[in-house]
């Protein structure tokens, strides 16, 4: 397994040194900050990402507008109330990029939402108190729980409302395969578990977030070309 600062070294040379690589970094919100997101902000989120899966992004965010519309911002309480009839005139509808079973997972993620708030306090306190030496563990819950937020999807939202996780883009798997980390399918547990105790590792060895580390592995390697804080390396 290489050493961080080997990896750090690659990466700042490849993005122009050292203080560009800093300025394509950012670092995930605190436990307090994630505690102030309401259930409707994981909803949302978990919405966008679903419909972004298999869509160019741009044309989903183009349509979000419209989305939170439909949806009525995208209040849990709302849509737990919501006749199960309406969900079919709500897919219809000509705001929003019509695809029912994409639809179909609002309802279904807005009651894991209240069920997992219930039982936790809030949906943004379980999320909040949950491990980061152990983010696969909350990828499963959301993909057992969940509906449409296994692979990608689900990380992807959680670091989009800034829970610290590791992704699985392709620069990242491109770096974990070359380095012999993983083999064999992404999303298998022996995979998935494989590249946490590398991210934990170079954890202990950096005290940076998994955020800053998964972007860090992602520069050192690929064609990467990403703006300030503005996108993901793939």
Do not use: C
Request: proline share 3%.
């Amino acid at each position: 397994m290489e050493k961080f600062q080997d990896i750090y070294q690659r990466a700042a040379q490849r993005k122009g040194g050292k203080v560009m690589l800093e300025q394509l970094l950012y670092t995930p919100l605190s436990k307090a900050q994630l505690q102030k997101l309401s259930d409707d902000d994981w909803l949302e989120e978990f919405t966008r990402k679903v419909f972004q899966s298999g869509f160019y992004w741009s044309v989903i965010n183009n349509k979000w507008a419209g989305f939170r519309e439909v949806f009525w911002g995208f209040s849990v309480e709302k849509l737990l109330m919501m006749p199960p009839d309406m969900l079919e005139q709500k897919a219809s509808d000509e705001r929003i990029v019509r695809n029912f079973k994409k639809v179909q997972t609002i309802p279904e993620n807005a009651y894991m939402i209240h069920d997992t708030a219930n039982e936790h306090g809030s949906f943004s306190e379980f999320i909040a108190n949950w491990p980061t030496e152990d983010i696969i563990g909350l990828w499963a819950y959301l993909k057992k729980h969940g509906a449409r937020l296994g692979g990608n999807t689900g990380p992807y939202a959680l670091r989009a409302l800034g829970k610290d996780t590791f992704l699985l883009s392709r620069d990242v798997e491109s770096y974990l395969r070359g380095h012999k980390i993983i083999d064999g399918g992404l999303q298998t547990k022996k995979s998935i578990t494989a590249a946490q105790a590398f991210f934990n590792e170079l954890q202990q060895q950096s005290g940076l977030s998994l955020q800053e580390l998964s972007l860090i592995v992602a520069y050192s390697v690929g064609d990467n070309r990403v703006g300030i804080q503005t996108s993901e390396p793939r």
